[in-house]
């Protein structure tokens, strides 16, 4: 874990507690009731694949803890005496760091936790406190969890956490086999393996970061509170994409300056693009926030014009969803209408920004990028070229609410040369519509047409 003074500050500047960062008021390392604390904090955190713990504030207010510090902080939180605690009671070899950061003249520890977590840790051995109470239970594996009310916090780890903490084992155990097969074999060697020993395709990591925005734009959308006439905007359809990138980038946390390159880099080729940073926008809301390493926004547009949610982190992982905008025009009544040529816009617009994403965040050329695009709510509606032509012409019907598709592409592949994977991307929702297809001279002509618009 990195605990450079840039990033211990940064954390610290920015304090917010998550799933990956504990926040404790001082605790004394010596007394059992801290000890249970620490040992807690560092098997949650490491179950989640690593993070910070900071001692020394209130995690309420976020703001120093003015009582309680100890005299020579250092010695107290001294890198031995807190991993003698975690080598202790932890089940898992955990080596653990400690770095301290200076505010107001006054030092404040962070416990930094490793990731690669593959095998959960628990705790190997019961704590009791002087009157007998159980402060730590042998054999419980503890996580930190969003719990009922979506606040992050540590605790026993619950049945609807055991999906998480077995897919972040599974994901380490992938990119360690990945990478020593890359190492060994090269790429093409490593799908070889990679197959016949089912290890997750790009298509599969493609398809978790899907799940894993959708889970992230609901605790979004729960946490807004969106008026009636926003809630409206959850019945209609929508669209979703997830975006990885092969091989990811080693990066445990995505700044600002992350953030400023997607802004930067993106072409912009319509007027409310794909992974729109919404950094200047008036409304505070909408602007974008840090959850769990990784940058999101809900932009709700006024009016209830958009709503738009995207979640990106700076390994390679790309989400967003956004309303059909066949449901948002007087042209065609909600639901009933998908213009194709639209759905073609926003695959041709969606692979030319990733592409763009190559070079500005410094993947490497010989990278491969996997889309994973999924539409929502088209049960019952027709083909309709309503966009151009202007007035509603019907045809087909699909009987498929959703649909899915995903395409992967090299890294060096040309803007101008995507127009083939932008039909193989949108051949299986058009095909729905009673074998409707659009020919690749059409689709052509569409995506050119896009390109010209910057």
């Known amino acids: 874990m990195d605990i450079s003074k840039a990033r211990l500050d940064s954390l610290v500047s920015r304090l917010s507690e998550g799933l990956n960062v504990e926040i404790k008021t001082w605790i004394d390392p010596k007394a059992d009731e801290s000890i249970a604390k620490i040992t807690k904090a560092v098997i949650a955190l490491y179950n989640r694949n690593g993070g910070y713990l900071i001692i020394g504030f209130d995690n309420t207010t976020l703001e120093p803890d003015q009582q309680g510090a100890p005299e020579d902080v250092k010695a107290a939180f001294h890198v031995d005496v807190i991993q003698g605690i975690v080598s202790k009671y932890s089940s898992i070899s955990i080596e653990i760091q400690v770095g301290f950061v200076e505010l107001q003249g006054l030092l404040y520890p962070v416990i930094a936790v490793p990731q690669g977590v593959t095998v959960p840790a628990a705790a190997k051995r019961d704590l009791l406190s ?87 734009r609901e605790l979004s959308i729960e946490a807004r509170k969106l008026d009636p006439s926003a809630k409206a905007l959850l019945q209609k359809g929508s669209w979703e994409v997830g ?54 926004s809900l932009v709700l547009g006024s009016g209830s014009e958009h709503l738009d949610f995207y979640r990106m982190h700076a390994r390679g992982q790309f989400y967003q969803s956004r309303i059909l905008r066949d449901d948002m025009t007087t042209k065609v009544d909600p639901g009933t209408a998908l213009d194709p040529r639209l759905a073609v816009y926003f695959v041709a617009e969606v692979i030319a920004v990733g592409l763009r994403f190559v070079e500005a965040l410094d993947f490497d050329a010989d990278a491969t990028l996997g889309f994973i695009f999924r539409w929502n709510g088209l049960r019952g509606r027709h083909i309709d070229h309503w966009l151009d032509n202007g007035f509603s012409s019907p045809r087909g019907e699909t009987r498929d609410d959703i649909i899915e598709s995903y395409v992967e592409l090299p890294a060096d592949t040309p803007a101008s040369s995507i127009a083939p994977y932008v039909q193989r991307a949108t051949s299986r929702l058009l095909g729905s519509f009673a074998g409707f297809e659009l020919k690749s001279d059409v689709i052509e002509v569409e995506v050119n047409r896009l390109l010209k618009r910057k």
């Open 130 to 216: 002087q009157n007998g109470k159980p402060l730590v239970r042998e054999d419980t594996v503890y996580f930190r969890t969003l719990g009922s009310n979506g606040t992050p916090s540590t605790s026993a780890i619950k049945a609807t956490d055991w999906r998480d903490l077995l897919e972040i084992c599974f994901d380490n155990r992938e990119a360690d086999i990945g990478r020593f097969l890359r190492r060994q074999l090269g790429n093409a060697g490593a799908n070889i393996f990679s197959s016949a020993l089912k290890i997750p395709t790009l298509e599969d990591r493609a398809r978790s970061i899907l799940q894993e925005g959708a889970r992230a």
């Open 243 to 296: 975006l990885v990138f092969d091989p990811p980038k080693d990066i445990e946390d995505s700044t600002k300056d992350f953030l400023a390159k997607v802004d930067s880099a993106n072409p912009e080729y319509t007027g409310w693009p794909a992974w729109l940073v919404s950094t200047n926008f008036h409304n505070k809301a909408d602007r974008p926030y840090k959850r769990e390493t990784a940058w999101e």
